[in-house]
């Protein structure tokens, strides 16, 4: 299935986890790929999606600077031409006991998972604006943007403010033919779950290594964590035609930990 043939596809936080799962299901559907990432890394992804046959190119890029941004999406027509479908993933997390957490954890924090996410859909909106053929922006969101988990009150806040920022975005710019939807990830498996098992246990007193996630997995009525190529499934779909008259939506993607 080539759904995404000839479509170009900026992906934030593209280089690992569920970025690279959502990369990795674009290019098996024919996208022309965008990687951003604060890491070099970023362009390793790319070559090996490269190898595999896809069109992709990587760009290292900070999304809280708006100078950035608006170079990355240059690249993105630069490269391909056009700005299709737009994917705010990069995120940051740390976990800190309220009076331990610092302003700095709280700015970065922001700046990253919501002023990041404005700075990419903004900049996006203005070449699909541009453009007159519409558009699709996808935010990441998380299980938090409903239900603010103990010690990362700023990581809570951060995830709200995308669900309202998406509601927001939705209404201004659906006469343009863009939608604009956000996903809420539960337990996945990636690097940054590994962090936060060892923290949060470390934290709650209760677990070691390892201990916590399985704690948290006996909640899931799938009775799993999930994995990257279950959100990557979810963002392909709203990505696609298929979805067209969706938008404003935020969509928990996590084995029914949280049913709202």
Same mark, same amino acid.
């Given at each position: ?154 990581? !809570?806040?951060?995830?709200?403010? *995308?669900? /309202? +920022?998406?509601?927001? @975005? =939705?209404? %201004?710019? #659906? ?49 799993? !964590?999930?994995?990257?190529?279950? *959100?990557? /499934? +979810?963002?392909?779909? @709203? =990505?696609? %035609?298929? #979805? ?17």
């Amino acid at each position: 299935m080539n759904r995404f043939s000839g479509k170009t596809i900026v992906v934030t936080g593209g280089n690992q986890g569920i970025g690279l799962a959502i990369a990795e299901r674009f290019a098996a559907e024919g996208a022309n790929l965008v990687l951003a990432s604060v890491e070099e890394q970023v362009e390793d992804a790319a070559s090996t999606l490269r190898d595999r046959g896809a069109n992709a190119c990587g760009v290292v890029c900070d999304v809280t600077d708006a100078a950035a941004v608006r170079v990355l999406y240059d690249r993105a027509e630069h490269e391909f031409g056009r700005v299709d479908v737009s994917v705010q993933n990069a995120g940051i997390i740390t976990i800190a006991k309220v009076e331990a957490l610092t302003e700095k954890q709280w700015d970065d924090t922001m700046n990253v998972n919501t002023k990041g996410v404005f700075l990419c859909c903004q900049e996006a909106i203005r070449r699909m604006r541009k453009s007159g053929d519409g558009g699709k922006l996808i935010n990441t969101a998380s299980g938090q943007a409903r239900d603010g988990f103990i010690y990362t009150p700023h990581y !809570a806040a951060s995830k709200f403010g *995308v669900m /309202g +920022l998406t509601q927001s @975005l =939705a209404k %201004e710019v #659906a006469p343009d033919g863009i939608t604009v939807n956000a996903i809420c990830p539960g337990i996945i498996k990636t690097d940054m779950w590994d962090y936060n098992d060892r923290v949060w246990g470390r934290l709650l007193g209760e677990y070691g290594p390892g201990e916590l996630m399985e704690a948290w997995v006996r909640n899931i009525p799938m009775k799993r !964590a999930g994995e990257g190529k279950d *959100v990557a /499934g +979810l963002v392909a779909f @709203l =990505a696609s %035609e298929d #979805a067209d008259y969706i938008t404003g939506q935020t969509i928990n993607v996590d084995g029914g930990l949280i049913m709202s």
